[in-house]
């Protein structure tokens, strides 16, 4: 994902369509990981664009990162 992308979602496109590289690269972890997260149903809510294309919604991915603070304090 291009740095323009990540601006224009920092200005309030919410809707913005990443891919699993895009959210592997955001979260710091593999294009595998993303994978084995949506396999299992753990990681954020996703989009079937086609049977083999995935998106991810920008505001999925950030109401995702939230929930999993509130987990992490809420076991603290």
């Known amino acids: 994902?291009?740095?323009?992308m990540l601006?224009?979602?920092?200005?309030?496109?919410?809707?913005?369509?990443?891919t699993p590289d895009d959210v592997a690269r955001?979260?710091?972890?593999s294009r595998r990981t993303v994978s084995t997260w949506r396999y299992?149903?753990?990681g954020p809510r996703y989009v079937h664009v086609?049977?083999?294309?995935?998106?991810?919604?920008?505001?999925?991915?950030?109401?995702?990162l939230s929930d999993m603070?509130?987990?992490e304090s809420e076991v603290a």
């Open 40 to 42: 299992r149903g753990k």
């Open 69 to 71: 603070e509130k987990q």
């Open 7 to 18: 601006d224009d979602a920092d200005a309030g496109e919410e809707d913005i369509l990443l």
């Open 26 to 29: 955001m979260m710091r972890v």
């Open 50 to 64: 086609t049977h083999n294309c995935v998106r991810y919604r920008m505001s999925e991915v950030r109401k995702w």
């Open 1 to 4: 994902m291009s740095s323009d």
